[in-house]
């Protein structure tokens, strides 16, 4: 298992948690498996892939803003334990559970 979880106090109730051979989607959009109300989110922002080999894959979906690994904009990325993702203002931190 694998979770992402805000490095910011106030959103600290902002964990999402993924299980093997899970895809998620992140978004301010209501249909989006993660869902974040924050500014420069785009609806359907970016999309989490964790394969059957424990691999965890982020995919920008073109949002306008994009998605950030450890500070470098990235449309695609392979994460590890420790990095951080930032979508919009909010940052993430990625840990292998």
């Given at each position: 298992?694998?979770?992402?979880?805000?490095t910011?106090?106030?959103?600290?109730d902002?964990?999402?948690?993924?299980?093997?051979?899970?895809?998620?989607?992140?978004?301010?959009?209501?249909?989006?498996?993660?869902?974040?109300?924050?500014?420069?989110?785009?609806?359907?922002?970016?999309?989490?892939?964790?394969?059957?080999?424990?691999?965890?894959?982020?995919?920008?979906?073109?949002?306008?803003?994009?998605?950030?690994?450890?500070?470098?904009?990235?449309?695609?990325?392979?994460?590890?334990?420790?990095?951080?993702?930032?979508?919009?203002?909010?940052?993430?931190?990625?840990?292998?559970?």
């Amino acid at each position: 298992m694998w979770t992402l979880q805000s490095t910011d106090p106030a959103d600290a109730d902002l964990v999402f948690r993924l299980l093997p051979g899970s895809l998620k989607t992140i978004g301010r959009a209501p249909g989006v498996d993660f869902v974040v109300d924050a500014a420069l989110v785009s609806r359907v922002h970016c999309r989490l892939t964790l394969s059957d080999t424990n691999e965890l894959l982020l995919e920008d979906l073109g949002s306008t803003n994009g998605t950030f690994v450890n500070g470098e904009k990235v449309p695609k990325a392979v994460l590890s334990d420790g990095d951080k993702v930032t979508v919009g203002r909010i940052e993430f931190v990625v840990n292998e559970a």
